[in-house]
């Protein structure tokens, strides 16, 4: 059999294909009116999908997806690999046999990640009362345990932390409420991309400042603690920098008002994006290859963030770095100091 090229007839099948499900759902809302409505009325008489702690489950589920999945890809093709004997020899490195690299862990051994991470989400999920985009105040107290005639004192602003009421009939903040209508597809997209940009932005700045400012670093030194790069190095963080990222995508959806839907849709793309560019091999379906050339940053630019680069801060895409490269272009050279 020969050999998988790398990514050379996969790319423009994706374009095409991601290409017109976006250009369609921005245009023609109507296209997608009728399954949108339908799958809206499903999820949201869904328990499960109700639960105030539905985020943090789809959150994990996702992760365990999608992560293992792409380490399996890792595994199979040593020759994808950042460092194997295919790659410019600049980048050459350690270990390109068709095993785990050094710090790659067993899933069994990884519990207590799990719960490292649903741990302090979860503890919010129970107590806090979910404020999303179209909800009336009223279905927000009662979500929350609250008689809806209280709204005038309370605010169903996101920013504004309301504790659920916690009665011995009601302990915990168990449902969220969702709003009424479904989004349309022009919606969805344009709230998808919309929230990937701010979030990128978002992180890039949060990133910076954890290179750069002393006290933070520490927070952002269990990420760069590793040998050869590999996917399970999407997720080994601080809880600090871990919380901080929930928090930042939290917000990249909330300050555009985002409808649920969209963030259930935001999941998934974020966690795969996530976990690609911390891939360490040349991965045939990079988003970096999918889109127009220096739009996104991609597993190698990343790779070289983590070999001790100062590109590559960016998770997403490419045009902060590329500011922040030509803004510091100028400064003197490091070795005049
Ligand atoms: C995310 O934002 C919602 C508001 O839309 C808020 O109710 C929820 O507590 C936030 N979750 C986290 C983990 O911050
Ligand atoms: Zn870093």
């Avoid at 949201?44 to 589920?61: D, H, P």
């Avoid at 710090?103 to 051994?109: D, E, L, Q, S």
């Avoid at 040998?227 to 999407?234: A, E, F, S, V």
Wanted: net charge positive; glycine share 8%; aromatic share 10%.
């Amino acid at each position: 059999m020969a050999r998988k090229q790398n990514g050379s007839r996969l790319v423009p099948i994706l374009r095409l294909g991601l290409g017109s499900l976006f250009a369609t759902a921005l245009v023609l809302p109507s296209l997608y009116l009728a399954i949108l409505n339908s799958i809206w009325a499903y999820l949201r008489s869904n328990a499960v999908y109700q639960a105030s702690y539905f985020e943090t489950l789809w959150t994990v589920i996702c992760y365990s997806a999608i992560e293992p999945y792409i380490t399996h890809v890792f595994i199979q093709n040593p020759d994808w690999r950042f460092g194997s004997p295919r790659e410019p020899a600049g980048e050459r490195a350690r270990g390109t046999e068709r095993t785990r690299p050094k710090g790659m862990r067993r899933p069994a051994r990884r519990l207590g990640e799990g719960l490292t991470y649903i741990f302090p989400l979860l503890a919010m999920d129970l107590t806090m009362i979910k404020k999303f985009a179209d909800v009336p105040i009223e279905a927000k107290l009662i979500s929350g345990n609250y008689a809806p005639d209280l709204a005038a004192s309370h605010s169903g602003h996101f920013l504004l932390p309301s504790v659920h009421n916690f009665t011995l009939d009601s302990p915990l903040q168990t449902t969220r409420a969702l709003p009424v209508l479904a989004p349309s597809s022009r919606r969805l997209a344009s709230e998808l991309l919309l929230s990937f940009f701010i979030y990128d932005t978002a992180f890039f700045l949060f990133h910076l400042a954890l290179h750069k400012v002393p006290i933070l670093s520490s927070w952002h030194s269990t990420h760069h603690a590793h040998g050869p790069m590999h996917p399970q190095i999407t997720n080994q963080l601080s809880i600090a920098e871990r919380l901080g990222l929930v928090l930042l995508a939290n917000f990249s959806l909330n300050i555009i008002g985002a409808h649920v839907l969209t963030r259930t849709l935001f999941v998934p793309i974020f966690v795969w994006l996530l976990v690609e560019v911390h891939a360490g091999m040349d991965v045939p379906w990079g988003l970096e290859k999918i889109l127009p050339k220096g739009w996104a940053g991609g597993s190698r630019k990343h790779a070289r963030h983590h070999a001790g680069g100062r590109e590559g801060l960016e998770p997403f895409f490419g045009w902060w770095d590329g500011l922040l490269d030509w803004a510091s272009s100028g400064e003197k050279p490091k070795s005049v100091e």
